[in-house]
């Protein structure tokens, strides 16, 4: 089985080349942030609390989104792979991605981390505003994200450097010619 996490910073176009990937190979895409979204569409308690903490860019707690993440492997069961979009948030996050995926006889495969400057994250976010309307993509909580991001997710990369997994892609460009990147590094993982 082949996992793949998709990594970089928001904007970074994780979302968009995971779709990309998803046609080419087959994988299957667990997007944290559209499980979170589902959650807060369904209208629950607990989707009242998770928009709550995704309205001001902020992480929820580890807990709550390793729980989701644990369910959500549980339904697919095997599949031939996995792409991780969104997750691991944290190096909590990343040590627990370890243990779930070793519990049920698997590894990441690689992190591929979209390399892309500041300026263009910032554009791109409030491009896809205007195009998707999600309701985050406001610059005041796109500068809170972006922080976050350094904060808290950034030290991710470190977690998987050390075990060989950081592949580093130029993540700027056409879709294609970034995807083009991604498919050398995949067609080596097969
Ligand atoms: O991954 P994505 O950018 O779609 O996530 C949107 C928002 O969902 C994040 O800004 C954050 O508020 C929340 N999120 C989270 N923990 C995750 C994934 C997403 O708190 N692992
Ligand atoms: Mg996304």
Redesign the pocket.
């Known amino acids: 089985m082949i996992n793949i996490v998709i990594f970089g910073p ?1 904007g970074s176009g ?2 968009t080349q995971s779709k990309k990937i998803i046609e080419k190979y087959g994988y299957t895409h667990i ?4 499980l ?2 589902q959650e807060i569409a369904s209208g629950s308690e607990l989707g009242h609390q ?1 928009e709550a ?2 309205s ?5 707690s580890d807990e709550l ?1 390793i729980d989701i993440l644990s369910n959500e492997l549980d339904r697919l069961g095997n599949v031939p792979g996995i792409i991780f ?5 944290t190096l909590n ?1 990343a040590s627990e991605l370890k243990n779930m995926l070793s519990d049920r006889g698997t590894a990441i495969s690689a992190l591929l981390f979209l390399d892309v400057p500041h300026e263009v994250l910032i554009e791109r976010l409030l491009k896809r505003k205007s195009i998707d309307g999600r309701a ?1 993509d406001t610059m005041e ?1 796109i500068e809170n ?1 972006l922080r ?1 991001y350094q904060q808290q997710t950034a030290p991710v990369v470190e977690f998987y450097r050390k075990q060989g997994k950081l592949r580093t892609i130029d993540g700027t460009g056409s879709v294609d010619e970034i995807f083009n990147r991604i498919d050398k590094v995949l067609q080596e993982l097969q």
Request: hydrophobic content about 35%; proline content about 7%; charged content about 30%.
């Open positions: 928001p994780k979302g997007s944290t942030g559209e979170l979204r998770v903490i995704i001001k860019g902020e992480l929820v989104i979009d969104g997750f691991p948030r996050q985050d909580v994200r976050v």
